[in-house]
């Protein structure tokens, strides 16, 4: 049976409340009007030979394998392209149409190679299929030199193989790149006999295509095919999982081969990728089976000593031991943990349980605040909760979109052509971005209007926005009399409405030209419904929660909260990023954004946990960094992170992590922050646990293990060892036991369970008695907190800026290719794309320089200096230049600074002012750190130290 093709009934049909009866092969069936012939047909269990036809693909009609008769017409029409009618009267199956349709495939395999035995998609090919479904039992046509039989292949993408001589130019491949990715990248060159499938004249690696690999599973022969099965073979079965890169979520299906993964096919039902994919979770996964993966525990006493293997035992129990004499010479407060975005939530659950149960203190922090922080402050105190307003269907209801601070095409694909193919509807959009990123115009994408900003001047554009709209007159004046505080409202329209905040006096500070502000304030406010994406372009400033706020009052000042296609939406970096927030990762707050200091729910931990919890807050990454300086911190468990590459002002950071004296780290490499470390434990990929993910749109997603943990543990029981080892029992036999305690802790979690997640699929918080089945909008009814808050968002310029020693303004963000600090993804093929990272630079800004595209520069800032090369685009305005941070080798936060956000200390990697200068060596911090890393990443042979 197929692994891939879980459905062959052609395309499903559009929701309609008037339904026709019609009769198929004497049998009647009910379908809604506009249903397809073969759609009806399928709800009968009556399948209809197809080739061109998927569900995933709108109807093409080009295969001529479906034919049917139906009464009163003539000729023999494609059942995928014609529609129902009321007392129509159908046959699929009759003698006329058997010798038709033989004919057909006669035709297809006359010039296909016979080499069934012997291809790679041998029990996986629907031309197999179809041969065998309509009884071909010999071929009369194929001539010598008249066929594609000896067409060469294209390997020159790096993830599968293009092999024109077994294409039977279906256009599925085009198609799936236009409907589904909409990136245009394929085309059919030529017509009749000559036509054939071509990625823009050119190889696959050359063209536009974007690696999603939609071309790939649409392909119903071995045309296109993965080098994976290619060489492996066939899977013999299947886990469904969900992705472990962005914060979309998406569902796969992990095939396999006993325990070896043959290929990740994304899975159709996947309610937040609907069977798409991009070029990370598709196929960049062969860094779970790594050869630098770390599958033995070590441990060392001072960072400067080589690594030395030891057992599970002997590794924990140190670990336990150390952070017990820390504690006792400096104290309960010196030692603390940090969760991460990349494991469960079962297991970050875990993490800041041990903290605050074994260790003692509230000292816990997450990646996750380093990022969108801002999102759950902001959007708590304006909306009541602290995460996205919608689920990503939403967009398809959408008829303004404005994308704020976020790069979705690059950062969170899967949503990016879900997004696009709104857009290609009719949908309007509005891009504020200093960048120039690839949504503003896209192949049958445009922006209507590209906001260009100034790095830092989010907050004074908004709040431009919102002045138009409540000056012009274009207030949703019901919705926010019904449902919003009224002296709050009326405060903040006195405050917006000042002329300091109108597009012409905020012009100067924006650098966005007052029309334009206006033009996209009237169309905001006025083109239906309206809906915010927005990405750390928005959050990682020193005013990112004013800016959150700022978009939650320009949403209800229009009315566009609690409703489709509309919100305050929140594009998540990582793929549990809204969960390690919602599990309690930082140091004020527990499961479900409760403070410490509220008595009631610290004591309702106090009795599940057994044991006297503390209720002050702990300290955050900054403080815990600020104290090791210090001397007063001194131990730190980290598990699935990696500070020394991600956090800002490396030097700081590095300074700190030098300074402590037990600093465990758990993960699956030996990353950056290991280099000083005394503790490593070997963690395991998202293939070798259970739990599960919860993605931007608060969707609980299961994560299933495929195969057993390479390391022998499961982070989560590992965790659980270190905290028996302290003292501190747990004894959880399953991630399920852990989710169980988090829904009896958690009001919004409250109806949560793996067996619920197994029955729907998914789940989106919150899920009580209230919304069983979870709840896909927010605030539909009402706003969580009751009535709508307008904040106060008064613009204030960071303290970060440019100046004559430091002149240009230093942005960051990510590419498609790549992902976060790169650990992952710097360990596949991937890096054919995407090797080094590049800096950005204006043609006016590097002429001025003598800078060259390619040329290497020093990045220097009042933090520190960096090298790397230059990419002259004027994809950046002149005087901001643009950079990745997804190689260490770069150190690109080595430069960003210790300035941050005012309510939650969310770094603000997006301003820092720079200077770039034409250079021809590594900075010398680059040789200084390579040297140290060289020197702490020793491991000792165990056989020598026999």
């Known amino acids: 049976m197929s692994l891939i093709h879980e459905t062959d009934f052609g395309t499903p049909p559009s929701p309609s409340a008037q339904m026709v009866t019609l009769e198929i092969d004497g049998m009647a069936v009910t379908v809604p009007v506009g249903t397809s012939v073969m759609r009806a047909a399928a709800e009968i269990g009556t399948k209809v030979p197809k080739l061109c036809a998927t569900d995933s693909l709108e109807p093409f009609g080009s295969c001529r394998l479906c034919l049917v008769e139906i009464d009163g017409r003539r000729g023999t029409p494609a059942s995928c392209t014609t529609p129902v009618e009321a007392g129509m009267k159908v046959k699929t199956q009759t003698e006329r149409l058997a010798k038709l349709r033989r004919g057909v495939m006669e035709l297809y395999i006359s010039d296909h190679p016979l080499d069934c035995l012997t291809c790679a998609a041998n029990g996986d090919c629907e031309l197999q299929d179809m041969a065998g479904v309509v009884g071909l039992r010999e071929v009369r046509y194929g001539y010598e030199g008249h066929n594609h039989l000896d067409a060469g292949k294209d390997t020159s993408n790096p993830y599968f193989t293009f092999d024109p001589s077994k294409c039977i130019v279906c256009s599925r491949c085009v198609r ?27 190889d696959f690696f050359a063209s536009e295509c974007v690696s999603c690999g939609a071309c790939v599973q649409a392909c119903p022969t071995a045309t296109l095919m993965e080098n994976s099965v290619i060489e492996a073979g066939q899977a013999e079965h299947s886990v469904i999982t969900t992705c472990a890169y962005c914060g979309v979520g998406c569902g796969f299906k992990a095939e396999m081969r006993g325990t070896e993964v043959v290929r990740m096919v994304p899975w159709k039902d996947g309610a937040a990728n609907h069977g798409h994919s991009c070029v990370k979770g598709r196929f960049a996964w062969g860094y779970t089976t790594h050869k630098e993966r770390m599958l033995k525990p070590m441990i060392r006493s001072k960072i400067s000593d080589p690594w030395r293997e030891v057992s599970w035992e002997e590794a924990i129990g140190y670990a336990a031991s150390e952070f017990r004499r820390i504690q006792a010479k400096y104290g309960r407060d010196s030692i603390g943990g940090i969760t991460s975005s990349r494991c469960t939530n079962e297991e970050t659950y875990l993490v800041q349980k041990l903290v605050r149960a074994g260790f003692g203190n509230n000292n816990v922090d997450t990646c996750a605040r380093v990022c969108h922080s801002p999102t759950g402050y902001g959007l708590s105190a304006t909306f009541g909760t602290s995460a996205g307003t919608q689920d990503f269907d939403s967009v398809m209801q959408a008829d ?75 207030v949703a004046e019901a919705y926010v009399a019904e449902r919003c505080e009224p002296m709050e409202t009326a405060r903040w329209r006195a405050f917006i409405a000042d002329p300091r905040h109108s597009p012409e006096a905020v012009e100067a500070i924006t650098g966005v030209p007052a029309a334009d502000l206006r033009a996209a304030a009237r169309l905001y406010a006025t083109g239906g419904n309206a809906a915010i994406y927005y990405g750390l372009g928005v959050t990682e400033h020193s005013q990112g929660t004013t800016a959150v706020m700022g978009m939650a009052n320009l949403a209800m000042i229009t009315g566009n909260v609690g409703h489709e296609g509309a919100g305050v939406n929140p594009l998540r970096g990582q793929n549990n990023v809204q969960g390690s927030c919602d599990m309690g990762s930082f140091p004020h707050e527990f499961t ?100 599960t993910f919860t993605n931007a749109e608060r969707r609980i997603s299961m994560v299933r293990k495929a195969m057993p943990p390479m390391a022998v543990y499961a982070d989560w029981q590992a965790t659980m060892l270190l905290s028996n080892a302290l003292g501190y029992p747990m004894n959880y036999r399953h991630p399920s036991e852990i989710m169980d305690e988090i829904a009896r802790l958690t009001p919004t979690f409250a109806g949560v369970s793996f067996a619920r997640i197994e029955e729907l699929g998914s789940i989106q918080w919150p899920c009580n008695d209230k919304a069983p089945n979870g709840t896909p909008t927010m605030h539909v009814d009402g706003f969580v907190r009751g009535k709508g808050k307008f904040a106060i968002t008064e613009f204030v310029p960071t303290e970060e800026r440019s100046t004559a020693r430091y002149p240009l303004i230093l942005t960051t963000g990510r590419i498609l290719s790549q992902y976060n600090v790169g650990a992952q993804t710097r360990r596949t093929e991937n890096v054919v794309w995407h090797e080094e990272d590049l800096l950005e630079i204006h043609p006016f800004d590097a002429e001025y320089r003598g800078i060259a595209d390619g040329d290497w520069v020093s990045l220097a800032s009042r933090a520190g200096e960096t090298s790397l090369r230059a990419k002259v685009t004027d994809r950046v305005q002149a005087g901001v230049v643009y950079t990745t941070f997804h190689n260490p080798e770069t150190a690109a936060n080595v430069v960003t600074t210790d ?4 309510a939650t200390n969310c770094p603000e990697y997006k301003v820092t002012a720079v200077q770039v200068r034409l250079t021809n060596h590594r900075s010398g911090w680059q040789d200084r750190y390579a040297a140290l890393r060289e020197e702490t990443t020793r491991i000792v042979d165990p056989a020598a130290a026999e």
Request: overall charge negative; glycine content about 10%.
């Open 400 to 474: 303004v979109i404005l994308v704020i601070g976020a790069n979705p095409t690059d950062a969170h694909p899967v949503f990016g052509s879900r997004m696009k193919k709104r857009l290609r509807e009719g949908a309007r959009l509005i891009v504020a971005d200093p960048r120039r990123t690839d949504l503003v115009r896209t192949p049958h994408v445009q922006a209507d209007y590209h906001l260009q900003l100034k790095p830092g001047s989010n907050v004074a554009l908004l709040n431009a926005l919102a002045h138009v709209v409540v000056t012009e007159g274009l």
């Open 592 to 691: 479900g954004y409760r403070h410490v200091s509220n008595d009631a729910v610290r004591e309702s931990f106090e009795e599940v946990w057994n044991v006297t919890l503390r209720g002050e807050p702990g300290l955050r990454i900054p403080n815990m960094l600020d104290a090791a300086v210090d001397g007063t911190f001194k131990g730190l468990y980290i598990q699935g992170e990696d500070i020394a590459q991600s956090d800002p002002d490396i030097t700081h950071v590095t300074a700190g992590l030098a300074a402590m004296e037990c600093v465990v780290i758990q993960d699956i490499f030996l990353n950056e922050t290991a280099s000083f470390a005394h503790v490593f434990l070997p963690g395991s990929s998202f293939l070798e646990k259970d739990g």
């Open 899 to 902: 300035f941050s956000d005012w």
């Open 176 to 202: 799936a790149c236009e409907e589904v990715q909409g990136t245009f990248a394929l085309t059919i060159d030529g017509r009749g006999f000559a036509s054939a499938v071509s990625p823009g004249g050119t």
